[in-house]
């Protein structure tokens, strides 16, 4: 079964930091472009940074610049966002997403441009 699954979200002071990872199975992500979206209640989903299938691209939302960071490992099979300093507005579903773009070296930006998602995992940073 081809899947992605994200780990890592939980519950975080305003100024802390969470690590969240995104696992493929049943595929490998060697020629995919990953992104990360999320989204709050009541709004849409909105990217929030995204990785070309070398790593050497990466795009971030201009509200998550500096503070986010986002990486992959393909000999691991997975994609990371390392988050610090974060802020109550960052509180979301954040899901990772997957498409096949073997021949660019750029990222796709959109929810519409992804084909494969994860089911989300929850982001909640409160005081």
């Known amino acids: 079964q081809l899947q992605l699954v994200e780990s890592g979200g939980g519950l975080v002071q305003p100024g802390g930091s969470l690590r969240l990872s995104c696992a493929a199975s049943g595929f490998t992500l060697d020629y995919y472009s990953i992104g990360w979206f999320r989204q709050a209640p009541g709004k849409e989903r909105e990217g929030v940074s995204c990785?070309?299938?070398?790593?050497?691209?990466?795009s971030y939302v201009d509200s998550v610049k500096s503070r986010f960071t986002i990486s992959r490992d393909n000999a691991k099979n997975t994609v990371t966002l390392q988050m610090n300093s974060l802020k109550p507005e960052d509180t979301a579903i954040y899901y990772c997403?997957?498409?096949?773009?073997?021949?660019?070296?750029?990222?796709?930006?959109?929810?519409?441009?992804?084909?494969?998602w994860g089911q989300g995992t929850q982001v909640t940073v409160s005081s």
């Open positions: 997403a997957a498409v096949l773009r073997p021949l660019e070296t750029a990222c796709r930006k959109f929810p519409n441009e992804y084909n494969r």
């Open positions: 990785i070309s299938r070398s790593g050497g691209f990466t």
